[in-house]
């Protein structure tokens, strides 16, 4: 079982003026591996280091920074961690090389391809003490996400990977708001 803890809760105000937003930052402890998803952007990236340290943790520490997509409001602090391998669609980098994943990329984490909100999603699958925990990006925004996402890039697509996560997961980590529960 991993452990996954949400770092910092994401949020987006793209239905008002200010044009405010935030992804939701994960954390997931599995094994011997710490692993962040969508770094952010955030007004200050200590935000991120506190949260880090109140679960024992420091930049150093972190081995693998996943991007869900390439929207950069979820990738602009991948930066961040000296020692972590990035994970993204098109494989997992270390520094300058790149070797493809595997779809189990550990025993508790499942990496699956979830394209439509942009070509490039994917989504980590995490058995966690609770259930499976889809930890997705914009495939869902927030709970009761908007249905007609105005920045899919293949609206089919999108459907397909949304069917996709509803099936396989119990709870779902969206890109801008809290966990909730799949109602099956
Ligand atoms: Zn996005």
Not at 15 to 37: A, G, H, M, R, W
Not at 56 to 79: A, E, K, M, P, Q
Not at 146 to 167: C, F, H, M, V, W
């Amino acid at each position: 079982m991993a452990e996954v803890k949400i770092l910092v809760e994401g949020y987006t105000s793209d239905e008002s003026n200010d044009e405010k937003t935030c992804p939701t930052i994960t954390l997931i402890k599995d094994k011997s591996i710490n692993l962040v998803v969508d770094p952010g952007v955030l007004e200050d990236q200590k935000i991120l280091i506190d949260k880090l340290k109140e679960n024992g943790l420091s930049i150093d520490d972190i081995d693998v920074v996943c991007i869900t997509h390439s929207h950069i409001d979820h990738y602009r602090n991948i930066g961040m961690f000296p020692n972590a391998k990035t994970l993204e669609y098109f494989g997992l980098w270390d520094k300058n090389t790149v070797t493809d994943w595997e779809e189990n990329f550990t025993d508790d984490i499942k990496i699956i391809k979830t394209p439509g909100h942009n070509y490039d999603g994917i989504t980590l699958l995490v058995s966690s003490d609770i259930g499976v925990i889809a930890v997705c990006g914009d495939v869902f925004w927030k709970e009761n996400y908007p249905k007609n996402d105005p920045y899919a890039s293949d609206k089919g697509k999108l459907e397909e990977s949304r069917t996709k996560i509803l099936q396989s997961a119990d709870f779902i980590i969206p890109g801008h708001a809290g966990i909730y529960k799949v109602k099956k």
